[in-house]
Structures are given as C-alpha cells and as structure tokens.
C-alpha cells in the first residue's frame, strides 16, 4: 500500500517512515526492539490462559508475544487508536491461526470504556504514552481494568533526556559551521512538539513512577537505562527521509520547508559525511515499569 493510500500516520511511520525506507534500518530497528519486547513481556509474569490488554498494540510487536505466552486458554486484546493496525493485526492473527484468542478494540490509553474493570490479568504497552497528553488519565484506566493482582508492564523512551538539545548539535551530530541553518530546522520541529510541553517530551521516569503509584498500584518498580555512544553509520537518503516520530516531518521534508535551496545543500554537505561515518552521538534514557495492582 502507497503512504498516500495509507488511513493514518501511525501505520505509515511504522512500515516506512520510521526507518526510511532502508531494509538495514529496519533490522537494526527490529533488533532493538527484540530484547525490548522480550522484556516487557517477562515483567508481565504471564502465564498460561492469562488475558492480557496490549494498549497502542501497533503492529502487533508485543500483543503477538503476549498470544505465545498465555498459550491456548489465554486471550489478548489488541487495542490502539489505528483503526488501520488494528486490521493489519487482525488479518496476522488469522494468518497465523490465532483469531479466536485474540480481541480487537479501538481506544485510547485514556479512555479504555470497552474493557471492563478487573477483567484482565495484565496490561502491557511500549512507547506509546510519550504520545498520550492524559498520562494519569491512561494509569488510572490500567489500574481500573487489572484485577486485584493484576500486572502492568511497560517501556517507554524517556525523550527528555536529550531535549533541548544544545544549539551546535542537531540530532547530537556536531554541525558548530552551520548552527544557523540548524537552528532554522530545529525550530519547525519545535513548532510541533514544543519541549517541555509536548506529550513526548513532558514527563520522566520520576513523573512514570509518581503516575503509577498515584493510580493506586501496589508495588511498582522501574529500571532506567541511559546510552551515550556513536551511533551506527547510516546511509544518506534513509535519513533523510526517517522522521523520529508519527508526528514529525522526515529531515527531508523539514529541510524543504525550513531551508532555501542553497541553504539545504549547505546544510546537507556538511550533515551528510557526518551521518554516513557515524560521527556524532547517540543520546537515549529509556524505561521499563512493572507494576502490581
Ligand atoms: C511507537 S508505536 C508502538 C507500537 C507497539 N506498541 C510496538 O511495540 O511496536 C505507538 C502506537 O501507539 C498508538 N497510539 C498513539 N497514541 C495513542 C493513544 N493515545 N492511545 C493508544 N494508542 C496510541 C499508535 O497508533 C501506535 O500504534
């Protein structure tokens, strides 16, 4: 399906924009994610005929591994704003033989109404409150539908970290000979998610513990990892056309709004040898949480 065609935003990023269109960029994402997933689950603690809610499920990374962890009695449910990954996991789910233990619901991590209250055994999620404004609206619907006992699991990057960034920095490359031109980019993507203030970027791994226990679980326990290291090399035109998120332009598309022609080629000439060397940094905190209701 062309991006065009695509229904929404969330199920363009995740086949294609996320990581530019380049096959490497892909498994270097996908083998992130992995370990990630592997983890989530873990500190889930399912077990055989367990039900589980996936919330933000996306195209499937964690829910699938929640249908293999609770076995034949278990059942997951699947539930994201995307109407559009919703169908992608529904149509996996029949392909793979595991329609009838999986459910379909559309709702935001706010507002989960569909879903009874203590009718699940565990909620899992992966980075999907960095885009949800109603954070403790969203612990207190997990906290509503787990049973007493019940387990919540999640990761979530923690984007505050590296944000601002300093104004000699763009994406933590070096670019001190074309800071102007850096800043101008910079600020469009601001515009859009303005630091401090957008759901990316208005919380840490203080506020994501405050959050749970303010929602009334039990126990709650969280593990921060920061990474300050080189990033990989990356190939020029995928780059280009990655955006960080759902929300935000590709660095292409940014360039062309932000930049004059001869600027961006200013700009690209001295970003391009940057990125293709994997010179610069690679900035990331990242959390895991689990809880017990
Ligand atoms: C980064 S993707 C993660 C998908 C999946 N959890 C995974 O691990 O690959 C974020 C997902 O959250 C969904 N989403 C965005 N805002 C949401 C909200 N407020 N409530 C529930 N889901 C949301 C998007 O549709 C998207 O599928």
Known sequence: MADGEREDRWAAWLAERRHGGDPRSLRQVL??????????????????????????????????????????????????IS????????QHAAATGVLERCRFVRAPAKDLSAIADSSVDAVTLRSVLIYEADKAGAFAEFC?????????????PVNRFASPEPADRFSFYDVSPVADLAGKVKALY????????????????????????????????????????????????????????????????????????????????????????????????????WAVR
Do not use: K
């Not at 293999?68 to 994201?80: K, L, N, Q, R, T």
């Not at 049973?147 to 999640?154: A, D, F, K, N, T």
């Open 144 to 156: 509503r539908v787990l049973r007493p006992g019940g387990r919540l699991s999640l990761f979530e």
């Open 190 to 289: 601001e515009a859009v998610q303005p630091p401090g203030r957008d759901p990316m970027l208005d919380f840490d791994e203080r506020d994501l513990v405050r959050l749970a226990e303010g929602a009334g679980f039990q126990e709650v326990h969280l593990t921060l990892q920061v990474d300050i290291e080189s990033p990989e090399p990356r190939p020029w035109p995928a780059f280009l056309a990655t955006a960080g998120n759902p929300r935000i332009p590709t660095l292409a598309e940014a360039m062309g709004q932000a930049l004059l022609g001869e600027e961006a080629e200013r700009f690209a000439a001295h970003l391009r040898p940057l990125v293709e060397r994997g010179e610069g940094q690679r900035r990331v905190a990242t959390a895991f949480l």
């Open 31 to 80: 083998e992130y994610l992995a370990p990630v997933r592997d983890r989530v689950i873990a500190n889930a603690r399912l077990t055989t005929g367990d039900r589980v809610l996936d919330v933000g499920c996306g195209d499937g990374l964690v829910a699938f591994a929640a249908v293999e962890a609770v076995g034949a009695s278990g059942e997951v449910v699947f539930s994201d």
């Open 83 to 90: 109407a559009e990954l919703l169908d992608l996991c529904r």
